[in-house]
Nanobody, 127 residues
């Protein structure tokens, strides 16, 4: 089994920065995928960014390209989400997820039903 835990959420003003952390534990596999999804108030969950361990590939959803960066800390099965120039529309509950691999097709992470999810961390951006 795989467990995932996030940290680092909080409140920030528009234009500011925030860093989220996620660590995975358990049997993740050699080229597993660790990344971020978010769910805004009253909205649907959408993916944000993903990173492949073993290969180092990164993937981003269009709304965050150029503003968010996902980076790895290989020794600890950890990823960071560096969020710059955040905007009110970035307000959401951010979830970390671990999957056997990053299946990104047509700009979307097709996450497996067996993926492991964290409890989420809230990010609130005020204007």
């Amino acid at each position: 089994a795989v467990d995932v835990m996030e940290s680092g959420g909080g409140s920030v003003q528009a234009g500011g920065s925030l860093r989220l952390s996620c660590v995975a534990s358990g049997s993740t596999g050699p080229n597993f995928c660790l990344g971020w999804w978010r769910q805004p108030p009253g909205g649907q969950r959408e993916w944000v960014a993903a990173s492949t361990f073993g290969g180092g590939d990164t993937h981003y959803a269009d709304p965050v390209k150029g503003r968010f960066i996902i980076s790895q800390k290989n020794t600890k099965k950890m990823v960071y989400l560096h969020m710059d120039n955040v905007q009110p529309e970035d307000t959401a509950m951010y979830y970390c997820a671990a999957d056997r691999e990053c299946t990104v097709i047509g700009g979307h992470w097709l996450i497996a039903g067996s993926a492991a999810w964290g409890q989420g961390t809230q990010v609130t951006v005020s204007s």
